[in-house]
Structure formats: C-alpha cells, structure tokens
C-alpha cells in the first residue's frame, strides 16, 4: 500500500536543505478600512508553497502535517472591484510572437485521441481508470522489491498508462531515469503532469521520498487528491527526500512567489533531483542553465505543439468571427476597424475613400502595421470610440454563439470577483443544462449542504442550477472544489472565473473566454502580457474529447481585434528573477551560538560556533536566477564593449589627416589634388567672411530694432512677431502684444531658478542686448531680446483704461510681471540673448484673447523702418553669400573632384559611424556599472537592522533570543512577528483576544467589498484595541529603523477585521459571522486560516512565554472548525 502526505510547508522543505526562510510579498493591494470606501495602501498577504510528500507506507505510527494556509491571490480582481463590476451591468462589458505549432512527434494523433476519449469520457470511466493505474502502480512497487530497481525504465512507466506517451513527455521522462535534474517548457494543458506522475512512481517503487510544490492552494489541494487515489494519507518527518517537483515553476516571475522557488533551487542538496514544469516562455534555456550550474547535470525539453489544436475567435455584438485569417499570420480583415465603419455619408470625397483603402492595403503588409490600424484610420477618436462601443457584445450575445457553435464548456475571465458574480446573476435565466444534468446538479447541491451546510454560496444557487457558476477568491475554497467537479463531469457549462484558474487547476473546457485585454489597477488600465493571454487561452481544448479548442477574445470599449492581434503576436516574455531578501534569510544564513544556550560553553565568544561570513553568504545569495542571467548580460556586454572599441580603433586610423591624404592621393593626380587644395582653402576663408557678415548683419538688424522699442514704450501696446527654432530645430512663429522693456532682477540673476521676479527697466545698458517683454496669443509670457523679433507692427491694443479711474492696460500687465512669482523656461538661445517663456494666469487671458493672429495682419501694418547701415549690411553679405556659392561651384566643376567627394564621404560615414559607437560603448559602460547582485544589497540592509535591534551581533554571529524566534517564525515580517510575540503585553490575553491580535498581523490584502455598503464587521473589544495601540508604537519604532536603513518590508498591523476574528474565536457560528458582513465569505475564511497557521506556529517556537504558547495552542484549537477546519 502507499501512502501520501497531506501538503506541507515550504518552510520544512527549505530547512530540510539549508536554513530555513520565508518568501514574502512586495506587491501592493488596497485594503478597505471599516467605513466602505476609504482604502489604505497595504502589501500582499505573505505567499506559502504546499508540498506533498509521497513515499512507500511503513509500519510506523502516522503523523499527520498540519496543511499550511495560501492566498490563492488574485491581483486583478482587488483594483476597483466597485468600478470593475459595472462593466457588466446589463450583461454588457463596457469595458509572444504567435506561431502555428510544430508537430514534432513520431506518435499519430489521431490515435492518441481515440485512446484518451475511451477512458476520459465520463467521470466513471475516469475512476475506474486512475483505479486501475494504482493497482498496476502497486504492481510495479512489488515488482521492484521483487527484482530490484534496475527494471524501472521508460516502458515499465509508459505500460502504467493505457494511452501513448508523448515525445516530449518521454524525453523527461527518460532524462529523470538517467538522475538528470529536468526542464519542461511546454503548452498549457499539454500534460506535463504526467511527466511527475511517472518520476513519483519510479521514485516510491524505488523506496525513496518525493515532494511536489504548486504556487497556489487551490492547485495543491487538487494535486493532493489527485495523488490520493487509491493511496492511504499519512505523514513523516522530512528527511531522505530524493525528488522536488516545481510544478508551474513559471511562477518564477511572481513578485509574491519567485523568491521561494529560487530559494529551493539553490539551497536544495545536489544530489536531490528537480523536476521543473513550466507554461512556454521566452528563455526556457536560461533557466535550465541556472539550474544545472547552481545544481548540477539538467536536461531542457521544451515542446511547442499543443495536444488539442487552438483557434482564436473574436466577439462581435452579432456576430462570431475568426480573429486571424485562413494563415494564422495576420487579422481577420472583416474585423478590421476600417471594414466595420459603414461609409459615413455619401458626401465623402474620392480621395478620402482611396485614402483609406490605399491605408487598409498597405497594413496587409506587416503585422505591425497591422497592429496600428486605428491609429493610421481616418476616423476620429470619437468615432472610433463609437463605434466600437457599438459592437460590444452582451454576455447573452457572446454565450448565444457559443452554444449555437457547440463551443461549450467554457472558461470565461473576467479580471474582477463582482464581474464574475454579476455575469452569473445575469444568466440566471438561462438554462444550459438538459433536464437529466438538472436533476443531476440538484442531487449533488442536495448532498453538499447535508455534509457541509456552511459552505453553501445561497447567492449562487440559482445559476449553478441553470449550469453557470463563478469561481474566485471571494468564494470558499469547499465551494470551488464543488463547482471544479461539477464542471469536470460536464454539469456546469459555463464558469466564469478570475485569471488564478488559468494556473495549472485541472478544469479544461472546450472553449476559454478573454472579456478583456486590461486589467484596473492603481494606475489606471494596463494591458495584460502575452504569457497571461495564452496561459488562459490554454485552458480551452480537453485532450481526448475536443478535436480543436478555442479562445474567444471579446470587443470592448478599450480595444478591438486589432490591439488583440497586436497581443498575440508580440511574442512570449522571459522569466524574471524576483528573489529578495528577508529577516529568516540573513538570520540563518549568519547565525552562529545563541546566547541560550551560552551557559553551557566557555565565556569566550571564540570558542562558539560561527555561522557564515558575510563572503559565503554572499556567495549563496548570488546565486539567484537574475545574477545567472545578469552574469550573462555583464558577459556579453564586456564583449560587445571590447568589439566596439576595436572597430573604433580600426574606423579612426581612416580618418586621420594622413590617411586621406594618402586615399586622395592614390585617386587622383599631383596637380589635380594640389588645386582642389588650394581651392578649398579659398572657399574657408570666404565663408568665415560670410560668418563675419551675417552677425554683423544680425547686429545692425537688431540696433535698427531698438529706437522702435523705446517709440512704443508708450502709446499703444503695439502687436509683435516672434520667431525661433526648438531643440528639434522646428521654426515657431508666435504673435503676440508688447508691454515694454525689462530686466532681471539683481537678486534672481539666475534665470534657470524654477522662480523669477521681473522688474520694469527704466534705463537699459545700451552694449548689451536689450529684453522685452510680450504676451502671447497662446497666454503664455515670452522674455525677449532682439534677436528673436521677426515683425513689430503699427497697429496694437490702446493704452487706455476701460473705465474712470482704471489703470492703463502697460501698468496691468506689467503689475501682474511684478507681482506674481513666475516660472521661466528656456525656449531657445544664441550669442545674442535667449528666449525664455512661462505660462500666464487666469488674469491674463482675456488679453490673450484679443493678440490677432498673424494671417489677419497684413504688410501694410508692418513697421519699414530699416536703417541705411542694416541695409549696407544686407547687402554686403547678399554679395558673399553668392561669392561663396560661386566659389563651390568653380569647386565642383574641378577635374578630379568627384574622386575626392567620394573620399569625403567616405571621411564623414566613418566619423558618423565613429559617433553611433561611441555612443553606444558609452551606453554599454554605464549598463555594467549599474550591474549589481540582486538581492545582495537588500541582504546588507537588513543586517543592518537585525544588529541595530540586537536580533544578531553580524561581528560574531552570536544569535540573541529576538533572533531565535525570528528565525524559526514564517510570515512577511519575521522579525516584526518575533517583536509582537515576545512581547509581554501577550501575558495578560486570554486565547479569544490573542487571537484577534495576531489575526491584526495577517490581515494585510483582505479588504470590505465597497459594494456591500449596509453591512458590517465586528468591532474588537476595548482590550484588544488598546493592545494594538501599544503594538502602533513599537511597529512605528521598527518602520523608523526600516527606513534608516533602506529596507521596506511592510509590518502588518490592523485591527479593522480582529473583531471578526475575535468573535470566531468566541464560538460564535460561521451564519452568525458572515450576517450582514461586510466581506466575502473567501477573503474572511483565508484570514481565520492566516490566524489560525500562526497560532499553530507559537507552540513551536524557541523562546516564548509558556502562558503565551498554551493560548495560542487553545485559539487554534477553537478556530479550527468547520467550514475553515474542511478546506485545510
């Protein structure tokens, strides 16, 4: 017989290799406070990996493990629940490079398919099935004990299996049998379950243990009873472990979760095998290469062939089409922008409607132009956002087409718990089930609430009676496990559920529903990657039942088919390392004697036993999967960097002096080169004189200017015209009216200082240039000399007060220069003065109003009044701009010059080329320089931390009892837990108040629906309000030292929901509790397991108060009851 372990905790496996250390959560959610709406800025809810442990049964009494609790997090649906849910109201959303599979396989499909319907094709068969693969499981076990294990091989675990295996299944499988560590990319859905199924068998037959990870609860506790058929459940202590199954290692990337899969990767003793499954991405080999240099000997099997073939949809309001054309290379053209405007009047010209086909063909050439038809469209913003709008489907529409089609079951994501819930009250009318499924569902609704009367979900009753249902985080986790059967044995037909059911949860359906492709977050919408898209879409396909699967993606307000296309063929994106340090971490990496256990060794510190240097720790650390990939980029950036210097060395010996010389030389004659020499020379010093000419020219241009000024400093404000180049040498040209002469004042002399006095000129320094001052027709103020005045006009605004005793228009204006703070912006500059600009007030507009524009102004308002001597200077460099011109010509017509052009150009390519390198070798320097071990930096910091708070003296490793506690204790803030704990206030609790204490500490993502605005939470009692109060304050201490230091690890404090948690410790009822309460019955059952799995934790841990540990033993014991005791 064999046995199985209930799952485990991450923190066993980890001690079980090396030190013992928590993965924690950096990402952020929104935490409701008591009154509905107000929200906080917290963290997530700390991440635990469930482990199962599978090995032969002994005869030794069993032990069971206590399950460890999980946040089946689900990012997407706690951004804007309230907001989210309305995109569904009335049934309405208003809301990796993609390539054909190749088929690499020798084994016929068709076959496969035959095999697979026969023992998949209902709920009984598949029983009957798993049944009979234990018994032949069994069989092997005996006969390996029989034989020895030299007869385990491919065949013996393929004969376990009544179907054919495919290629890259028996390529890990093979590479296991040769104690390789293995790799798996491959499809969702394809079956790379398998693959551990067969390495669990070969490892129990052998005798020896094998533990399977999953990121999420919900996926555990289906591989657990996955694994338990036919097997009995008992427990061991954890040691001789030979296998470590990373199922969904792809989770990598995780903020929440990344960390712990690295940490097991490279504390895991080399001789332990990993068995790695991961959804497609785009650097397979780099993980794979991670793990055999940090581990040892690994093998990458990577597959791209899907075992049910997937065709992608779109949803219309009327209409389902296919979202690629008969290729699979380029968008459908009957969804395109283009084709679904109907023509908008008949008034629309020729031209316009050639514009747009010619636009509509030139897109079928690429993809990416493809991907930007909207915004190359000829329609309006508004009217794009029409009309898609208009053809946004209802809920009903889309189903309509799929049941029509026969593409039910389906999967259908929406990124929100209330999107969920309010699609299914939507459909409650419509009934998808035949009157024997009906009957079926209502029997298997009646025998879940005679066993768990608790956790039935009233409001979703009805639709699970028509076969619709919701799934989510917000629902308890018995309730999903029911709706997962019911849908498996085809009983639901429709599930609509948050993205988390993407995440490897055996619930395959005909066809997967993407409602939208953006998610709400803190930012606003954001688009969901690649790796998100096909990982859901690869629910849709069931291997054995389904010829082809597929994914529908569905109109919305926000993006069409176009931006689906874009998605689909952007390509896959790699994983990402996300390994951060912690309190655990640093902790038992360094820690050496503890100070209890002094009594019995020597006084002298140096005969204690020393843990780690901060030199081998480091070594540890950096050994993280980003500074494997780092280390490789730092590699091939040194390269890069030493090839690009050469080329410039090589580049620069071409243009020297001497080396044109000696080209020119070579391609043309002595007399020919000595004339073009002598030629060029002329054509330098001609346009330095045309240099010379032209400031002189620009000089007079601007004293022939200044007495025009000083006229109309008074009189009328007259109108004026600036003109000037950008940083992007775009010509500006800006009218404007003029209020008079000004200058800086003495004590803001600098004029890039964010803000500026100007103070009225009343004498200027005629040798330097004089500024003015104009407001411009776009309300904004420009600070002028005259170097940028193109045209000064006769005509402008008069200086005359609107009414009686009113100053004048010049005192106004110049009133609110004076008096408000301004800030002035540099908009170009030159030799002969800047040009700044600010913006102007609400006081100023109305006088913006009234500067004309240019095209009103005619010549005959223009101010000819040129001086004789600009004139002259006109003149004299008129006359050598065309010497010059002549000179270039004469140039030209050389003989010979043609060959020394061409030198030229080679000359100025080379330099150009030069330039880009240099560039680039500059941009590749600074990428090195910034290059530093991830994770290392935070290590430092937070020992800094742990040695202010006398956790632990990093000098010589001594460990003090803060530091013991912190270091056995698993949660997001170790040593914020250890604090709390160690804390005497706890003495004088009784167990029904510690426990609302601690449940403050891990209630950091749980939240009040805003929805569920008439109901309410429990309110703590006076005791433990005022026990939180005196935590607020030591929390407060240890966010000051956090920050002193540079770590940010949030510490969980909140009392919000401790009443909840108080009055569930109280005895009151699961129906009492969730009454009018203000939370869903899934976010308050996971914070009574948090609670729960850290009092469990107390009893265990190294120094802590005896009175302490029995009531947290006590609390436990009372909390842990039905519904929360049945889904752990």
Sequence with gaps: MLSVAPACSPLSLRRLFLPPFTCRSDGCLSLGSRRIGRRLPVARPPLSVTLFSIRPSSGREQQFFELEDEDEAEEDEEDDEDVAAEEYVNGVLATGAFSEDVYEYTESEEEEVEVRVEVQHSAGSLTQYNHHTWQRVERLITEVREFGEEIIDFDELAGVYDFPIDKFQRLAIQAFLRGSSVVVSAPTSSGKTLIAEASAMATVAKGRRLFYTTPLKALSNQKYRDFSVGMVSSGSKLFDVDVVVLDEVHYLSDISRGTVWEEIAIYCPKEVQLICLSATVANPDELAGWIGQIHGKTELVVSTKRPVPL????????????????????????????????????????????????KLNKTEQSLSRISRISRKTSLSKNVMTSLRRSQVPQIRDTLKHLRVNNMLPAIWFIFSRRGCDAAVQYLEDCMLLDDCEASEVELELRKFRVQYPDAIRECAVKGLLQGIAAHHAGCLPLWKSFVE???????????????????????????????????????????????????????????????????????????????????????????????????????????????????????????????????????????????????????????????????????????????????????????????????????????????????????????????????????????????????????????????????????????????????????????????GVALGSDNSWYLFSEKWIKMIYKIGLPDVSLAYGEALPREILKGLLTEEEIAWGKLSESEFGSLWSAEGSLE???????????SSLSEDDEVQNWSEEYQDAINCYREQRTRVSRLKKKLTNTKGFKEFKSVLDMVNFNNEKIRRLETKSHR?????????????????????????????????????????????????????????????????????????????????????????????????????????????????????????????????????????????????????????????????????????????????????????????????????????????
């Design 311 to 358: 065709q992608w949809y779109f949803s219309l309001k009327n209409s389902l089409l296919p979202l690629l054309d008969e290729k699979g290379t380029k968008i459908n053209r009957k969804l395109s922008i283009d084709n679904l405007h109907p023509s908008s009047s008949k008034e629309d010209s020729c031209s316009e409607n050639r514009t747009r086909k010619y």
């Design 485 to 771: 059967e019911l849908f498996q044995r085809g009983l639901v037909k429709a599930v609509f559920a948050t993205e988390t059911l993407a995440a490897g949860i055996n619930m395959p359906a005909r066809t997967a529903v993407i409602s939208s492709l953006t998610k709400r977050g803190d930012s606003g919408r954001t688009l969901i990657s690649s790796n998100e898209l096909l990982q859901m879409a690869g629910r849709a396909g069931r291997r054995g039942i389904d010829e082809v699967g597929y994914a529908v993606l569905v109109q919305t307000p926000y993006e069409g088919a176009e931006e689906s296309c874009e998605l689909l063929f952007t390509g896959l994106e790699p994983l990402v390392s996300q390994f951060t340090a912690s309190y655990g971490m640093v902790l038992n990496l360094l820690a050496g004697t503890r100070v209890t256990r002094m009594a019995s060794r020597s006084a002298n510190l140096n005969s204690f036993s020393t843990g780690r240097t901060l030199e081998e720790a480091r070594k540890l650390v950096e050994r993280s999967f980003g500074n494997y990939v780092g280390s490789n980029v730092m590699l091939a950036a040194k390269e890069e960097l030493t090839r690009i210097r050469k080329e410039i060395e090589l580049i620069s010996q071409e243009v020297t002096e001497e080396a044109i010389e000696r080209k020119c030389q070579e391609q043309l004659l002595e007399a020919e080169y000595a004339e073009i020499l002598n030629l060029q020379e002329e054509l330098r010093g001609e346009k330095r004189l045309r240099t010379e000419l032209r400031q002189k020219m620009e000089l007079k241009r601007m004293a022939a200017w200044k007495p025009l000024l000083d006229e109309f400093e008074t009189g009328q404000l007259p109108f004026i015209c600036l003109q000037y180049k950008d940083s992007d040498s775009v010509q500006h040209v800006v009218s404007g009216v003029y209020v008079g002469k000004f200058h800086l004042d003495p004590d803001d002399s600098n004029i890039d200082r964010s803000k500026n006095k100007l103070a009225y000129a009343e004498e200027q320094n005629g040798s330097n240039p004089s500024y």
């Design 844 to 854: 100023t507009w109305s006088w913006s109003l009234n500067v004309p524009v240019l």
């Design 924 to 1128: 590749l320097t600074k990428r090195i320089e910034q290059i530093e071990p991830s994770g290392w930096k935070e290590f430092l910091q937070i020992s800094k931390v742990i040695q202010e708070t006398r956790a632990l003296d990093v000098n010589t490793h001594v460990m003090y009892p803060l530091g013991e506690t912190a270091s056995a204790i698993r949660g997001e803030n170790e040593l914020w837990l250890a604090m709390v704990l160690r804390n005497k206030v706890l003495l004088d609790l009784k167990p029904a108040q510690l426990a609302p204490i601690l449940g403050s500490l891990v209630s950091e993502g749980i939240k009040i629906r805003p929805w569920k605005s008439n109901c309410y939470v429990y309110e703590p009692s006076s005791i433990v309000i005022k026990v939180v109060d005196i935590l607020e304050e030591q929390r407060t201490s240890l966010l000051q030292i956090q920050d002193k230091h540079g770590v940010k690890i949030s510490c969980g404090l909140d009392s919000q929901f401790s009443g909840m948690v108080e009055a569930w410790a109280s005895g009151l009822t699961w129906r009492e509790i969730m009454m009018d309460c203000a939370m869903d019955e899934g976010d308050l059952a996971r914070l009574f397991r948090r609670t729960i799995d850290l009092l469990a934790q107390i009893p265990k841990l190294p120094d802590i108060d005896p009175v302490v540990q029995s009531n947290a033993l006590a609390a436990a014991n009372v909390m842990d009851r039905p519904p929360i005791s049945e889904f752990a």
